[in-house]
Nanobody, 133 residues
């Protein structure tokens, strides 16, 4: 069973930075798709950034240029660097992983679709990011 454990959240002022980490375990192969989602109070969970096993990255338009996703395969760790934070970025940030089937069509779409179909992926418990003005 895949397990994901996030860390690195906290409270910062507007314009500040944070680095989130996610340690993964229980993988049965190295072809998982991983990324980050967030959920603000009263809002639906939404995708933030993702990275395929070959290093290809995808970002939500709202964070492109501010956030950077990366992974250290040797440490089984996923990172999300958050820069130029604004109060609107306050949310619980979740690490997620998926094992897209070969016939899924688009690995990127399969992963970002986890926001609507969370049971199709693996999730951490989240780490809170709070940005004050």
């Amino acid at each position: 069973q895949v397990q994901l454990v996030e860390s690195g959240g906290g409270s910062v002022q507007s314009g500040g930075s944070l680095t989130l980490s996610c340690v993964a375990s229980g993988y049965t192969h190295s072809n998982y798709y991983m990324g980050w989602f967030r959920q603000a109070p009263g809002k639906q969970r939404e995708g933030v950034a993702s990275i395929d096993s070959d290093g290809t990255t995808t970002y939500a338009a709202s964070v492109k240029g501010r956030f950077t996703i990366s992974q250290d395969n040797g440490k089984n760790t996923l990172y999300l660097q958050l820069n130029s934070l604004e109060p609107d970025y306050t949310a619980m940030y979740y690490c997620a992983a998926a094992d897209p089937p070969p016939n899924c069509g688009s690995r990127v779409a399969y992963f970002w679709g986890l926001a609507r179909r969370p049971a199709f992926g693996f999730w951490g418990r989240g780490t809170q990011v709070t940005v004050s003005s």
